[in-house]
């Protein structure tokens, strides 16, 4: 892959820096931008010259707001189990033997919250907002979007993010463990390189090896996730996951609980 349109890819001077590039969509990305995101990763993880990537989206709205709901229908337009190969992008920002920054510029919600979760260190603008979202549209992201995030910010924590989809500020963040550090929007791109730098003092090998390291203690939740995975491949199908996704598209307040007794009720018919 050589011509990307979802993403900007610069390598310069020992940095490779990964921008998802759909302004329109605040950065949500669909299965053309996963298989871009996971291209460019695999350009930067082998590449001698790299010593760090960073990871963000373009402009100072959002870092990335997860899947597109505009390209859901019972599933995502791209390939895997639910259309979207989020596990194998996941697994690779762990798998990179460098360090993976997360840039965060705005908003980091749903699948962008899981991906700050899975990088290995995260910048903040005091602008940026974290957050899920998917109970409140028929989805969830079982594995590192859940397990992984129990063990940055905690499970009591962890479990309130899920079942309240509530939004976060930067200093919340913080307070939390979700990211490193947080400071004003306007020096957010100087703060990130001076992470970079003091990166590429160090010695490359000796980081691959603490980044092994550090991830052989929760690589069981990969397994985790492809259960999870599969399970929500099934969920998609239903009529409570697809209430939630016409929901969001109507701009109103989905109706899952209506929808699950429908759906219950008629199962007992049918028996």
């Known amino acids: 892959m050589s011509n990307y349109t979802d993403i ?12 998802i590039n759909r302004p329109e969509k605040y950065n949500a990305f669909r299965g053309r931008t996963c298989d871009e995101l996971i291209d460019a990763l695999h350009k930067a993880a082998w590449d001698r010259s790299i010593g760090v990537v960073v990871l963000t ?5 959002a870092f990335c707001t997860g899947g597109d709901q505009s390209a859901h229908d019972g599933g995502y337009d791209g390939r895997g189990l639910i259309g979207l190969p989020v596990e194998e992008l996941q697994g690779l920002i762990r798998e990179v033997p460098k360090p993976v920054i997360a840039r965060v510029n ?5 699948g962008g919250n899981v991906l700050v979760t899975c990088c290995d260190l995260a910048i903040a ?7 899920q979202v998917g109970p409140k ?3 969830v992201d079982p594995g590192f979007g859940t397990a992984l995030l129990a063990r940055v910010v905690g499970e009591k924590k962890a479990r309130e993010i899920w079942y309240l989809c509530r939004r976060y500020t930067a200093q919340q963040a913080l307070a939390m463990g979700l990211v490193n550090a947080v400071v004003p929007a306007a020096e957010l791109d100087a703060e990130v390189d001076r992470w ?16 092994r390291s550090f991830n052989a203690d929760t690589d069981s939740i ?3 996730g492809g259960l999870g995975m599969q399970a929500l491949s099934l969920y998609y199908g239903t009529p409570e996951s697809q209430e939630g996704v016409a929901a ?19 199962m007992k018919e049918e028996k």
Request: charged residues 25%.
């Open 196 to 211: 970079c730098q003091e990166i590429l003092a160090m010695s490359p090998t000796a980081l691959a090896i603490a980044k």
């Open 125 to 131: 603008s005091e602008t940026a907002q974290f957050g």
């Open 8 to 19: 900007l890819f610069e390598a310069n001077a020992g940095v490779a820096r990964i921008t």
């Open 57 to 61: 989206g373009i402009g100072d709205k």
């Open 106 to 110: 705005g908003y980091a919600i749903g």
């Open 222 to 224: 990969r397994g985790i």
């Open 137 to 139: 549209v028929g989805s």
């Open 248 to 266: 969001f598209m109507e701009k109103r307040k989905p109706r899952f609980r209506d929808v699950a007794n429908q759906s219950a009720a008629k």
